[in-house]
């Protein structure tokens, strides 16, 4: 049954009062033959939201990372006592140990950030989930042997299409599952389009020399995006065309990241 008012109120105020713990254990797929394009990209922008909040953390990597996940998503991280998946939920966690990108941000900065975020998360990995899940070409050359590597047969060809009927339904209830490919393209460059604008003059999203929980979340679907080879590369190559997003991505590659670390 969903939790209520009080009862999640009770869970943050134990999440604060709970010790942090030496190092943070971040949990993801394998990354050089298993792990997908949307997963890759919400992964790499939990890692650089620990990095901005310069928190230690490990990352395990295991095959079955998806069915550990209390919500059955990629990434989730282990602190203490608790498990908390996604970035959002991620960012929140933090947040309630009292350590924020943005808590110093004025009202009307921080509404411009989630509805910037809630963007991201509406184009971007709705994008993703189609080109790797939908798209005919890219669901047989790279995420069905992807994705079922890492099991035996049959099991991998039932974890496939397990997995992709969720896929379906989601995107069918969001109304991207019947979008041509095409339209989920204009949909990316639109998402780019108002990124672009609005980090136009500026460092980082809020305007700052420093970044926060935005240009993590941007970046990790910005590079991954650009650096995950795929048929056609549509998406990489509708990226690409924006400077201002590729040079944010550079930036925050060279401040935070050795390269190691995101190859």
Known sequence: MPSTLLEDSIIFELEGQEPWPQTITLYQPYEVEQILLPDSANCLAVQAFLKMCDLKFQ???????????????????????????????????IGNKGISLSDHLSSNCKADMRAYISLVNNVFV???????????????????????????????????????????????????????????????????TALSDRLEGNTYFSGEKIPNELDALVFGHIFTIITTPLPGNKLANIVQSYQLLVNLCKRIETSIFSPQAIM
């Open 59 to 93: 990352i395990e990597l295991r095959s079955n990372a998806e069915y550990m996940s209390p919500s059955g998503r990629v990434p989730f991280i282990k602190c203490g006592a608790f498990l908390i998946s996604e970035f959002d939920n991620i960012v929140s966690f």
């Open 126 to 192: 709705n994008a993703e989930l189609y080109i790797s899940w939908i798209d005919e070409v890219t669901l047989n050359e790279v995420t069905k042997p992807r994705h079922g590597s890492v099991y035996p047969w049959p099991l991998n060809h039932y974890l496939n299409w397990q997995k992709r009927k969720d896929v379906i339904k989601k995107l069918n209830v969001l109304g991207w599952y019947n979008k041509t490919l095409e339209e989920v393209c204009t949909e990316v460059k639109n998402c780019c």
